[in-house]
């Protein structure tokens, strides 16, 4: 694996972070209390003026549930539970097309996402549960580097290596501020500690990058920053950062000698979503253009549905706008017999055949790793 060398922001590539997610209510379980990260958790969470914080007698959460729905989901996002991850949730699984691994540094995420990826896979009140039996959570990086399944076999990705994504159920960023995992998991494998051919990669829709552009990342951590038009962004993606302001945490960290990448995701054929969507690439070349050596990705990934995510999100969001019409779409099946509802086949061609051509003339610097 080759690996570009870290390079510490300059002060004038810092900007301030426009979104910072600050629990009401933060819960440590009696087996979390015992792990040594969780001091550094309880002192993110006291330095960004959290003052309420329950120590618990057992591992059991209790309190979410009471009041209205609506109640129950306002009480769950702004609640972080300290937790241990048991060893069915540190078993790494493959995660095609994305990387290798999956490894989950939290399971929850703060922000507001009518269309939410979660939705489907996640049970109970939405809350965020960060792990803090860390040196666990990461053990498997030793473990399972050489083993690769999906993208160290492919030309284009091989020199990352083993790749570990560490965002498939939390957005790692929008919590950092009170966990601090992200940052130790990126200074310990980008000092080699498990060695030279493992890379992790997360995706975020926050902006707070200020300590990670300082760190020692050794080029081995790719952080993608989830993009859409802006009507979608504004329309649906509650809580998160702007997209000017993840544009600029992008810039910030390309600067900082990190690989970075583009989540053009969910992409959705709006009114004018040519325009929408050429502006957003056209904001990306800007954010680009005169970063050194910069090491670019993207990849994009159509709207889609399971009945079981959709009627969570409606139980969530019972006013929203998305558009989730069987109907109006066609349904994938799983090999398990699971089905998704993605856009019809025509329209996934235009879609596909523009991207692909836009990205290409507005951003010929971006290697596109997938379509789905
Ligand atoms: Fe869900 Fe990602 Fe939005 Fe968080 S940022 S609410 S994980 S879609």
Same mark, same amino acid.
């Given at each position: 694996?080759?690996?570009?060398?870290?390079?510490?922001?300059?002060?004038?590539?810092?900007?301030?972070?426009?979104?910072?997610?600050?629990?009401?209510?933060?819960?440590?379980?009696?087996?979390?209390?015992?792990?040594?990260?969780?001091?550094?958790?309880?002192?993110?969470?006291?330095?960004?003026?959290?003052?309420?914080?329950?120590?618990?007698?057992?591992?059991?959460?209790?309190?979410?549930?009471?009041?209205?729905?609506?109640?129950?989901?306002?009480?769950?996002?702004?609640?972080?539970?300290?937790?241990?991850?048991?060893?069915?949730?540190?078993?790494?699984?493959?995660?095609?097309?994305?990387?290798?691994?999956?490894?989950?540094?939290?399971?929850?995420?703060?922000?507001?996402?009518?269309?939410?990826?979660?939705?489907?896979?996640?049970?109970?009140?939405?809350?965020?549960?960060?792990?803090?039996?860390?040196?666990?959570? #990461? @053990?498997?990086? &030793?473990?399972? $580097?050489?083993?690769?399944?999906?993208?160290?076999? !492919? /030309? +284009?990705?091989?020199?990352?290596?083993?790749?570990?994504?560490?965002?498939?159920?939390?957005?790692?960023?929008?919590?950092?501020?009170?966990?601090?995992?992200?940052?130790?998991?990126?200074?310990?494998?980008?000092?080699?500690?498990?060695?030279?051919?493992?890379?992790?990669?997360?995706?975020?829709?926050?902006?707070?990058?200020?300590?990670?552009?300082?760190?020692?990342?050794?080029?081995?951590?790719?952080?993608?920053?989830?993009?859409?038009?802006?009507?979608?962004?504004?329309?649906?993606?509650?809580?998160?950062?702007?997209?000017?302001?993840?544009?600029?945490?992008?810039?910030?960290?390309?600067?900082?000698?990190?690989?970075?990448?583009?989540?053009?995701?969910?992409?959705?054929?709006?009114?004018?979503?040519?325009?929408?969507?050429?502006?957003? #690439? @056209?904001?990306? &070349?800007?954010? $680009?253009?005169?970063?050194?050596?910069?090491?670019? !990705? /993207? +990849?994009?990934?159509?709207?889609?549905?399971?009945?079981?995510?959709?009627?969570?999100?409606?139980?969530?969001?019972?006013?929203?706008?998305?558009?989730?019409?069987?109907?109006?779409?066609?349904?994938?099946?799983?090999?398990?017999?699971?089905?998704?509802?993605?856009?019809?086949?025509?329209?996934?061609?235009?879609?596909?055949?523009?991207?692909?051509?836009?990205?290409?003339?507005?951003?010929?610097?971006?290697?596109?790793?997938?379509?789905?």
């Amino acid at each position: 694996m080759t690996s570009s060398l870290a390079t510490p922001a300059a002060a004038s590539d810092l900007v301030q972070p426009t979104r910072l997610w600050t629990p009401k209510h933060v819960v440590v379980t009696a087996s979390a209390a015992e792990q040594p990260h969780t001091a550094e958790i309880l002192r993110r969470c006291e330095a960004a003026g959290v003052d309420d914080v329950t120590m618990l007698s057992g591992d059991r959460i209790t309190g979410l549930r009471g009041g209205s729905d609506r109640e129950v989901y306002a009480r769950a996002k702004s609640t972080l539970a300290v937790v241990v991850a048991p060893p069915s949730a540190r078993k790494p699984q493959p995660i095609p097309p994305s990387a290798d691994w999956r490894i989950d540094l939290a399971k929850g995420c703060p922000a507001h996402c009518q269309y939410c990826y979660l939705a489907g896979s996640l049970s109970g009140p939405p809350i965020t549960r960060v792990y803090a039996n860390l040196d666990e959570v #990461l @053990a498997p990086i &030793a473990t399972h $580097v050489g083993r690769g399944t999906v993208t160290s076999g !492919t /030309a +284009e990705r091989a020199h990352e290596g083993t790749t570990f994504e560490m965002s498939c159920y939390t957005d790692p960023l929008g919590i950092e501020r009170v966990t601090g995992s992200l940052a130790a998991a990126i200074a310990r494998v980008g000092a080699g500690e498990f060695g030279d051919d493992a890379s992790i990669r997360f995706t975020t829709k926050f902006d707070d990058v200020t300590e990670l552009a300082t760190l020692d990342h050794g080029g081995r951590t790719r952080v993608r920053f989830s993009v859409n038009a802006a009507d979608v962004a504004h329309r649906f993606e509650g809580g998160t950062a702007r997209m000017p302001a993840r544009l600029a945490a992008l810039r910030t960290l390309a600067r900082a000698g990190y690989p970075v990448g583009v989540t053009i995701a969910p992409i959705m054929p709006i009114p004018g979503w040519r325009e929408q969507y050429g502006q957003l #690439l @056209a904001d990306l &070349a800007d954010a $680009v253009a005169d970063v050194p050596d910069l090491d670019l !990705t /993207a +990849e994009i990934i159509t709207h889609r549905f399971t009945p079981a995510s959709k009627d969570v999100l409606l139980g969530w969001y019972p006013a929203t706008k998305l558009e989730m019409d069987e109907d109006a779409r066609s349904a994938k099946r799983s090999k398990f017999g699971g089905v998704k509802y993605v856009y019809p086949k025509d329209v996934m061609a235009e879609m596909r055949s523009w991207f692909t051509a836009e990205l290409d003339r507005t951003v010929p610097s971006a290697q596109l790793l997938y379509w789905t």
